[in-house]
């Protein structure tokens, strides 16, 4: 089984950037849709990106123009480029394919912005 382990993360000031890694242990190449996820304290986990085999990307609204994700199937490993981070982006963020697979979560990677 496929196991990604998340890092990056840290204590940024708003309007900075983090960028996320999601390292997979295994070929990607096969996994068609993968995702950046979060979940704050008090609130459900949500999707904040995912991307395609073939570079097609989709983001939430929140995020949309601020975070980009990429995904390198030669590194097996899937980026998030968090950029003009606001305190609402404060989380846990989470990597897994989409729809999601319960044994593909993680530890995840905290991102704290402060204002």
């Known amino acids: 089984q496929v196991q990604l382990v998340e890092s990056g993360g840290g204590l940024v000031q708003a309007g900075g950037s983090l960028r996320l890694s999601c390292a997979a242990s295994r070929s990607i190449f096969s996994i068609n849709i993968m995702a950046w996820y979060r979940q704050a304290p008090g609130k459900s986990r949500e999707l904040v990106a995912a991307i395609t085999d073939g570079g097609r990307t989709n983001y939430a609204d929140s995020v949309k123009g601020r975070f980009t994700i990429s995904r390198d199937n030669a590194k097996n490993t899937v980026y998030l480029q968090m950029n003009g981070l606001k305190p609402e982006d404060t989380a846990t963020y989470y990597c897994?394919?989409?729809?999601?697979?319960?044994?593909?979560w993680g530890q995840g990677t905290q991102v704290t912005v402060s204002s």
């Open positions: 897994n394919t989409h729809p999601s697979r319960v044994e593909y």
